[in-house]
């Protein structure tokens, strides 16, 4: 998956985390900015750029172990509700992973 589309997956995983746990609606909160930030300087960096793995599969863990612990949340909470919001980016997102499985 690009580097772009790991962005927009990420982006729509927080605002949805963020909605559901810090009742927020029409920006994010603070905290959750700051780990969108911090998720966009961690794909810039990436090495593996275009090609890179899921990040659960990832042999370089290249997050903090606090950031690490906090996008663990969002996703664990955000992955099953992404095909009420993104059907389509799910079906997408999920045969990558099936593909780089």
Known sequence: MSIEKEKKVIRKMIEIYCKGKHKTYHQLCE???TLLNYSFTRLDLCPFKDNKPSCKKCPIHCYSPEMREKIRLVMKYSG?????YTPLEWLKHKIEEIKHS
């Open 31 to 33: 905290e959750c900015k």
């Open 80 to 84: 099953p509700r992404m095909i009420f």
